[in-house]
């Protein structure tokens, strides 16, 4: 039972990556996110996303993920959180966190969960380009086995010109003992007037890196 409930508890972890950080929403406005990714042993993940401003002081977030291989049953995730400020708007350093339910299914056998989380995030400037990093981490509490999954999310962010962003992130998981960690280089994509962006990545799993996926994303705000 417990190796059958791994794969959901990560599935979850690896969810909420897309646009992480400690900043919130303005009361009304809306950033979502649908991407599919594909690795060479025809593994597929795809996601849906949403943030939106609830108050000028709490943003609500919304992750529907799916992912399907050749081995284990399809398994997903959905996820419903808030996210609010612990430190004031003026600040330089910008703290948050996170609460919030869900449950993840891998073939017939459903697992709900309550997911916390905090986040680290900070405005940078590199050679008159200006950027962000920020640290995220998660835990996910198992509401029926018991168990728990941890993850620790970095991104570095550039704006490398008036239509391209450059990011890479890092992403740890913990589950049971066992250490996941993957690499994901990314080239974010605005067209002039466009109301969308286009994201171009790769996840690479250290250790496995014959099996990277390539993830294709489209954002979107209004």
Do not use: C
């Not at 939106?52 to 419903?80: C, F, H, N």
């Not at 920020?134 to 086995?145: E, F, G, M, N």
């Not at 994201?199 to 496995?208: F, P």
């Amino acid at each position: 039972m417990l190796y059958r409930l791994i794969p959901i508890l990560v599935a979850v972890t690896l969810g909420q990556s897309v646009q992480a950080g400690p900043w919130l929403r303005e009361k009304g406005s809306t950033f979502n996110a649908v991407s599919f990714s594909s690795s060479y042993y025809l593994e597929t993940a795809s996601q849906i996303y949403l943030e939106y401003g609830l108050t000028e002081t709490m943003t609500l977030i919304g992750d529907l993920s799916m992912a399907r291989s050749q081995v284990l049953p399809a398994k997903g995730t959905a996820t419903v959180s808030i996210r609010r400020a612990l430190v004031g708007p003026e600040a330089k350093s910008k703290w948050a966190y996170e609460l919030g339910v869900g449950v993840g299914w891998i073939g017939e056998q459903v697992l709900p969960h309550v997911r916390t989380a905090l986040s680290w995030g900070k405005g940078i400037t590199w050679a008159e380009k200006s950027g962000w990093m920020t640290l995220d981490a998660a835990v996910l509490w198992d509401t029926t086995q018991s168990l728990h999954v941890g993850k620790v999310d970095t991104t570095f962010g550039m704006n490398l010109t008036d239509v391209t962003t450059g990011m890479l992130q890092f992403y740890s998981v913990f589950a049971a003992g066992d250490q996941f960690f993957t690499i994901a280089p990314s080239l974010v994509f605005q067209p002039k007037n466009a109301k969308f962006r286009l994201q171009v990545s790769s996840e690479s799993e250290i250790g496995n890196l014959g099996n990277t996926a390539l993830k294709i994303g489209l954002w979107r705000e209004f």
